[in-house]
C-alpha cells in the first residue's frame, strides 16, 4: 500500500458524506417547495374561483360537478351588479374613509408609540398596559357601551360615528412600540445634542426610519377598515352613506343568491386592497434597509 491510498480513501469518503448531505437537502428544499406550493393553492384557489364565477351564467354557477371555467366570458354580471345597487358610491365610501380611518390611525399612534418608547413619564407603565389590555378585550364587549356613547352625543348616522371610535388602535401602537424600540438610540442623539427636541427627533429620524413599520401598520388598519361589516352596518342607515361590506349583503336576500353577480361586486372590492399592498410593498420589502439596521 502506498501512502497516496489512505489520503484517496479519506477524499472518496468525504465526497460520499458531501453528497449524502446534498441529497437530505435537496430533499428537504423538494419538500419545502412542495408545501408552499399546496399552502399557495390553498390561498389562490378561492380567489380564482371567485374571479371567474364572476364571469358565468347563473345555470352554470350553479351546475354539479362545478365547472372552473365559463362556457362564454361575459361582463352581464358586472353590468347588473351596478344597475341593482349603488355599487360606485358604495365603493368611494369605503374607500375614502378607509384611507382617512388609517391614516389618522397612524398620525395618532406613532407619537404615542415613540413616547412610550422613548420618553420617561409618570404613569407610564399604566398608560402602555392600558394599549395592551386593549388588545386582548374583544371588541364585541365593547360595541353596546361605544354604540350608547354614539346616539348620546347625537353622532348616529353620520360618519363621525364611523370615524372617531377607530382613530385610536393598541395594536397599531404596539407595532410602531416595538419597532421604535429596536432603533438604536444614536441615531436620535445627534438630534438632541444639536439642541432638537423628542419631536424632531421623531419627525425627522424616527418616522423616516419607521417607513416599514408606518406601512405595514398603515395596510394592516386600511384593510380592517375595509372590511369591517357590523359597526357600518350598526351606525350608518341611510343609503348614501352605506359602505361595499354592507351594500354587498343587498344582493342576496331571505329566498335566493345571485352568485355570479355577488361574485362580480366581490372580485371589484377586492381591487383596493391588492393596490394598496402594491402601494406600500417596496417599503415593506426595504423595511431592513431603511430602518438602518441593516449592516
Known amino acids: 500500500m502506498t501512502r497516496s491510498e489512505p ?18 437537502t435537496q430533499g428537504a428544499q423538494a419538500a419545502l417547495v412542495a408545501f408552499l406550493t399546496l399552502g399557495a393553492l390553498a390561498i389562490l384557489l378561492p380567489f380564482a374561483w371567485m374571479i371567474l364565477t364572476a364571469f358565468k351564467t347563473p345555470a352554470e354557477a350553479y351546475t354539479w360537478p362545478p365547472v372552473w371555467l365559463p362556457a362564454e ?22 374607500f375614502w374613509t378607509s384611507v382617512l380611518i388609517a391614516t389618522l390611525n397612524i398620525l395618532s399612534a406613532a407619537p404615542a408609540a415613540y ?17 395592551l389590555l386593549s388588545l386582548m378585550i374583544p371588541w364585541q364587549v365593547t360595541i353596546i357601551p361605544v354604540f350608547l356613547l354614539i346616539r348620546a352625543l347625537g353622532w348616529y348616522d353620520s360618519y363621525t360615528a364611523l370615524i372617531v371610535p377607530s382613530i385610536a388602535s393598541g395594536f397599531t401602537v404596539f407595532l410602531l412600540f416595538q419597532f421604535f424600540r429596536s432603533l438604536p438610540r ?4 445627534s438630534v438632541l445634542i444639536d439642541g432638537g ?34 359597526w357600518p352596518l350598526i351606525v350608518l342607515q341611510s343609503s348614501d352613506k352605506m359602505l361595499l361590506s354592507v351594500g ?24 383596493p386592497t391588492v393596490i394598496a399592498y402594491l402601494f406600500v410593498q417596496r417599503y ?5 434597509i431603511t430602518s438602518g439596521l441593516k449592516g
Not at 366570458?73 to 369605503?94: C, D, E, H, R, Y
Not at 415593506?284 to 431592513?288: I, N
Request: glycine share 6%; no cysteine.
Open 115 to 131: 413616547a412610550f418608547a422613548r420618553l420617561r413619564f409618570p404613569g407610564q407603565g399604566l398608560w402602555f398596559g392600558s394599549h
Open 248 to 271: 354587498l349583503l343587498s344582493l342576496q336576500n331571505q329566498f335566493t343568491v345571485n352568485i355570479p353577480v355577488l361574485m362580480a361586486g366581490a372580485t371589484l372590492s377586492t381591487l
Open 284 to 288: 415593506l420589502t426595504d423595511a431592513a
Open 197 to 230: 427636541s423628542w419631536f424632531t427627533a421623531l419627525r425627522h429620524v424616527a418616522l423616516p426610519a419607521a417607513k416599514g413599520a408606518i406601512a405595514a401598520a398603515w395596510l394592516f388598519s386600511f384593510l380592517g377598515n375595509w372590511q369591517s361589516f357590523i
Open 7 to 24: 489520503l484517496r480513501s479519506a477524499a472518496g469518503t468525504a465526497d460520499r458524506r458531501d453528497a449524502s448531505i446534498r441529497v437530505r
Open 73 to 94: 366570458w361575459s361582463v352581464a354580471n358586472f353590468t347588473q351588479l351596478f344597475a341593482t345597487i349603488p355599487f360606485g358610491k358604495m365603493f368611494f365610501n369605503s
Open 186 to 189: 444614536s441615531l436620535e442623539e
